[in-house]
Every structure is written in structure tokens, then in C-alpha cells.
């Protein structure tokens, strides 16, 4: 893979910043893929913030300081101490002001169109204000036959009931009408995980407007996800009775999805491919793993 830094040839900006935190297990190559394929975007961010949650190692340092010499829109937020994304993230939300705030993991890669796609939904839908996308899911690296797509409720209904037993939104790839964090606040810190759950339990309750669109704008690594889902059992607990429902229906999906935390490792991997939606990996994902791939080898 080259180290190369990409050169970006588009001068138009979109009023959007992109959040990408990143700690000491970072993987670089990871990261330098996630940061890429943010510049490749057909719209530009305004700003890109690499937030670094506490201290890393000389060499990804190097890695991120070799971007912000390049791209004086590439800004390196440094948080000394590690606090946790909550934290990271309300470092960079505050430190921008963009009309809008995209969330982007440091070992996911965007595709070209999400920022412009999102832009243009929230522009011309102006009752939504958080507002995330299907997404392609894969293992480790890219293999083409082990990607699928991940589906997510559009509908304001059907976003209210998932969530008492799922994540209604893939949190890194949720744009964020900016203004929306007066309303709701900003993420809690308390919760070192499941920030974004207990997010949406505040904004669901205070009826604030929330959609997915209907495409795949994000490659997600799934890799590590049903271990950390489990070791925070009682943070996933706190955030979904933040917002309750009389449906006793949904009530016991709650509890359902609650107690399936605690399943054997196996048996959790089994459930997760059987009951979330998703389907088949499809011709456009793989066009675009082809040439993503042609890009990072030369």
C-alpha cells in the first residue's frame, strides 16, 4: 500500500466538518484509508478533524502531521489523556463551525458520493436533522465475497421502534444538521460506550427528526464489534431505558435484545448474521472495491 498522501483537484467546499477520532490501537493503514476516502469526496469537507484521544505512537503521529502539511483544511485536535469518543467528538463538534458535522471512524472507508448525497437530502428535508446511511459490512479487510449490505430503517416509525431492540442508525456514517446539538446536547460522557445509543434515546424523545437513506455511502469494518457490544451491557441497558415505549411487544424485544448480550460468543455471531437486515454484497460495491483498490496500490 503507498504511504503517498493524495492530491485533491476539486476547490469546492461543502459547509460540512468530518469528525475522524483516533487512539493508540489505531491501524494506520486503516486510518490513512478512512482519511482518503474523505478527500476523494465528489463535495469536500470544509474541515477534516483527526481527533487524537490521548497519547499514540511516533509513527502514527507522523502519519497525521505528513496530512495536515498537506491539507491546510485537515486540522489535528489533541486530547492528551484518553477520554473516550464521547469526549473526542464533543472536542470536535465545538471546534466547528460548519452548517453541518459528519461522523467517520478511523477503519471504515467512505464512499465518493456520502457527503454530497447527505448534503443534498438534509437541504431539501429540512425536518431531518440527524441523518444516517445503509452501509456495505466487512471483515478485517476487503473481501469481495464476504460484503453485505446493511439495511436501516427510513421511516420515522420504524426508526421510534428499533431502537428499544437495535441501533436504528450506523453511527459512523450519521451527518449531523449542526444546530441539532442545541436541542439535544451534546454526547454524554459518561458513557465511554454507547454514546451514540444514549444519543438517539435524548433526540428520539424530544421528537427530533432522524432518517437513514436508502444506499450504501460507507464501507464498515465489523471487525471487534459483537465483543465491545457485550462488554458494555450495562451502558446499552442505561441508554435504552432512557426512552420508553407502552408497547409491550417492543418492551420485550427490549429485554430480548438485552439478554442476548450475555449469549455464548458463538451463539451471539449466529443471532447477529440470522436477525440483522442485510443483503448481498451487489455489482456497484464490487466496481468500487476494484478501482479503491487500484488507487491505494499505486
Same mark, same amino acid.
Given at each position: 500500500?503507498?504511504?503517498? /498522501?493524495?492530491?485533491?483537484?476539486?476547490?469546492?467546499?461543502?459547509?460540512? %466538518?468530518?469528525?475522524?477520532?483516533?487512539?493508540?490501537?489505531? @491501524?494506520?493503514?486503516?486510518?490513512?484509508?478512512?482519511?482518503?476516502?474523505?478527500?476523494?469526496?465528489?463535495?469536500?469537507?470544509?474541515?477534516?478533524?483527526?481527533?487524537?484521544?490521548?497519547? /499514540?505512537?511516533?509513527?502514527?503521529?507522523? %502519519?497525521?502531521?505528513?496530512?495536515?502539511?498537506?491539507?491546510?483544511?485537515? #486540522?489535528?485536535?489533541?486530547?492528551?489523556?484518553?477520554?473516550?469518543?464521547?469526549?473526542?467528538?464533543?472536542?470536535?463538534?465545538?471546534?466547528?463551525?460548519?452548517?453541518?458535522?459528519?461522523?467517520?471512524?478511523?477503519?471504515?472507508?467512505?464512499?465518493?458520493?456520502?457527503?454530497?448525497?447527505?448534503?443534498?437530502?438534509?437541504?431539501?428535508?429540512?425536518?431531518?436533522?440527524?441523518?444516517?446511511?445503509?452501509?456495505?459490512?466487512?471483515?478485517?479487510?476487503?473481501? $469481495?465475497? =464476504?460484503?453485505?449490505? *446493511?439495511?436501516?430503517?427510513?421511516?420515522?416509525?420504524?426508526?421510534?421502534?428499533?431502537?428499544?431492540?437495535?441501533?436504528?442508525?450506523?453511527?459512523?456514517?450519521?451527518?449531523? $444538521?449542526?444546530?441539532?446539538?442545541?436541542?439535544?446536547?451534546?454526547?454524554?460522557?459518561?458513557? *465511554?460506550?454507547?454514546?451514540?445509543?444514549?444519543?438517539?434515546?435524548?433526540?428520539? +424523545?424530544? !421528537?427530533?427528526?432522524?432518517?437513514?437513506?436508502?444506499?450504501?455511502?460507507?464501507?464498515? !469494518?465489523? %471487525?471487534?464489534?459483537?465483543? *465491545?457490544?457485550?462488554?458494555?451491557?450495562?451502558?446499552?441497558?442505561?441508554?435504552?431505558?432512557?426512552? @420508553? %415505549?407502552?408497547?409491550?411487544?417492543?418492551?420485550?424485544?427490549? /429485554?430480548?435484545?438485552?439478554?442476548? *448480550?450475555?449469549?455464548?460468543?458463538?451463539?451471539?455471531?449466529?443471532?447477529? +448474521? +440470522?436477525? +440483522? #437486515?442485510?443483503?448481498?454484497? @451487489?455489482?456497484?460495491?464490487?466496481?468500487?472495491?476494484?478501482?479503491?483498490?487500484? =488507487?491505494?496500490?499505486?
Amino acid at each position: 500500500m503507498s504511504n503517498t /498522501v493524495l492530491t485533491v483537484s476539486s476547490n469546492i467546499q461543502a459547509s460540512i %466538518t468530518v469528525g475522524i477520532p483516533f487512539y493508540q490501537g489505531s @491501524n494506520i493503514a486503516h486510518l490513512r484509508a478512512a482519511i482518503d476516502s474523505i478527500l476523494w469526496q465528489s463535495v469536500p469537507a470544509k474541515e477534516i478533524h483527526l481527533i487524537q484521544d490521548g497519547l /499514540v505512537s511516533k509513527t502514527l503521529e507522523e %502519519t497525521v502531521n505528513e496530512y495536515t502539511a498537506t491539507y491546510p483544511h485537515i #486540522k489535528h485536535l489533541l486530547i492528551s489523556q484518553n477520554m473516550g469518543l464521547a469526549h473526542a467528538l464533543n472536542i470536535s463538534i465545538l471546534n466547528s463551525s460548519s452548517t453541518y458535522y459528519a461522523r467517520m471512524d478511523s477503519d471504515d472507508i467512505a464512499h465518493p458520493e456520502r457527503l454530497s448525497k447527505q448534503i443534498d437530502f438534509l437541504e431539501n428535508n429540512l425536518d431531518i436533522d440527524i441523518l444516517g446511511t445503509w452501509a456495505y459490512v466487512f471483515e478485517d479487510e476487503f473481501p $469481495r465475497e =464476504n460484503c453485505s449490505i *446493511r439495511i436501516m430503517p427510513v421511516c420515522n416509525q420504524e426508526i421510534h421502534a428499533l431502537f428499544h431492540y437495535q441501533n436504528p442508525l450506523i453511527h459512523p456514517s450519521v451527518m449531523f $444538521r449542526s444546530s441539532v446539538f442545541a436541542k439535544t446536547g451534546l454526547y454524554n460522557m459518561e458513557f *465511554r460506550s454507547e454514546c451514540d445509543l444514549e444519543l438517539w434515546a435524548r433526540a428520539l +424523545k424530544l !421528537r427530533v427528526g432522524i432518517s437513514n437513506l436508502s444506499e450504501p455511502l460507507l464501507y464498515y !469494518r465489523n %471487525t471487534g464489534v459483537i465483543s *465491545r457490544r457485550s462488554a458494555a451491557l450495562g451502558q446499552q441497558i442505561k441508554a435504552r431505558y432512557q426512552y @420508553n %415505549t407502552l408497547s409491550l411487544k417492543l418492551n420485550i424485544l427490549k /429485554v430480548m435484545s438485552l439478554l442476548f *448480550r450475555i449469549l455464548p460468543y458463538q451463539m451471539q455471531v449466529w443471532g447477529y +448474521k +440470522k436477525f +440483522k #437486515k442485510e443483503s448481498n454484497f @451487489n455489482q456497484n460495491a464490487g466496481e468500487f472495491l476494484v478501482k479503491y483498490k487500484s =488507487n491505494i496500490s499505486n
